[in-house]
């Protein structure tokens, strides 16, 4: 029985494909080595040819052209080759020559596909996200505060906390040292509302906790915390039967009325008092107490001056009326 030794398969160029790779030529014979080189014999032999194909290694315009053209398809083969991945879809290539398509895609993919690393543009994307959402949670408590400052009930009430806590000096009163400049008095009264005001809702103090980044981080937490809460919430009220706290009573209410939860804690405290007095986590209740509202609304806006002259404006000039104008 004689040995048979395995001779590697040469291509024919017309199973090569244009426009992809090294064209009709093989990058292998471009370069000067078989399929099994490795990346440090790739660079070594494209490093030798390029020095002998370089332009300025020749000086007449032919050889120079000559030598300028092979040195193109050196550098290009050589970018092709030393890159694993490229390497796998060119092998792949010669191995199933007649996958047109797929090879077209394969390679493309990779060209128009960006470098970037998917998980670098993720961390990045959700970083300046985070970074925009704490910067503008800042810049509306700040304009909340500086309005709060500026109307009658809030400062008012401000100045009084401030004197009682002996942060500020009736200015009638006091002579000399004790008198506070108007600068001085302005800091006190945003720091008394700062600090002594509870402000709810989306004018709140931003929370680290409610950039986007720590939300990510503690999403396992969440959803566990979540459902424990809903296991809990069945055992309790639906097997036990038992009665619902206040907190559990306005969180039902505010899952009726649709409201955020930054939207719901912004209501008066009166106003989720008498949701509690008027028992709406009920439903037959709420509906009761919207029906009620809603025809309130529709005799305030009956009696309201401005809603008779909107609609006497529609009436005359709105979008359903048609006009035609000689001139």
């Known amino acids: ?9 040469k291509l024919s160029k017309s199973q090569l494909l244009e426009g992809i790779y090294c ?10 080595v078989t399929r099994e080189a490795t990346k440090n014999e790739i660079s070594k032999n494209y490093r030798k040819l390029a020095r002998q194909y370089h332009p300025d290694m ?11 053209e092979q040195f193109k398809k050196l550098a290009n083969a050589y970018e092709l080759l030393k890159d694993e991945e490229s390497r796998f879809d060119y092998d792949y290539m010669l191995d199933n020559p007649d996958e047109y398509y797929a090879h ?57 906390i401030a ?6 000096f009736d200015n009638k009163k006091s002579k000399g040292k004790n008198k506070t400049s108007k600068e001085e008095t302005e800091n006190i009264i945003r720091k008394v509302i700062e600090d002594k005001m509870d402000i709810k809702g989306a004018y709140a103090k931003p929370k680290i906790t409610d950039v986007l980044w720590i939300q990510l981080v503690m999403s396992p937490y969440t959803a566990v915390k979540y459902i424990y809460w809903s296991i809990s919430w069945f055992w309790r009220h639906t ?12 969180y039902i209410i505010r899952k009726h009325l649709k409201m955020g939860q930054h939207q719901f804690d912004i209501q008066d405290d009166e106003k989720k008092q008498e949701y509690l007095d008027r028992e709406l986590w009920i439903k037959e209740n709420f509906e009761e107490w919207f029906a009620e509202e809603e025809e309130n609304t529709k005799k305030q806006l009956a009696e309201s001056n401005r ?21």
């Open 1 to 9: 029985m004689t040995n048979m030794a395995l001779v590697e398969p």
């Open 23 to 32: 064209g009709k030529e093989n990058c292998y014979d471009v370069l000067e």
């Open 58 to 68: 020749h000086r007449t315009p032919e050889a120079k052209e000559i030598a300028e």
């Open 104 to 160: 077209y895609y394969r390679y493309y993919r990779r060209r128009v596909a960006p470098k970037v690393d998917v998980r670098i543009v993720l961390i990045v994307t959700i970083s300046i996200i985070s970074a925009i959402q704490y910067y503008s949670g800042w810049q509306r408590y700040d304009a909340a505060i500086k309005y709060f400052a500026t109307v009658p009930k809030y400062r008012n009430r401000a100045l009084d």
């Open 163 to 168: 004197k009682q806590d002996g942060l500020l």
């Open 239 to 250: 097997i036990l039967k038992q009665p619902y706290s206040d907190e559990e009573k306005l």
């Open 307 to 327: 809603y008779k002259q909107y609609r006497r404006y529609m009436k005359n000039h709105g979008v359903g009326r048609m006009t035609f104008d000689d001139s």
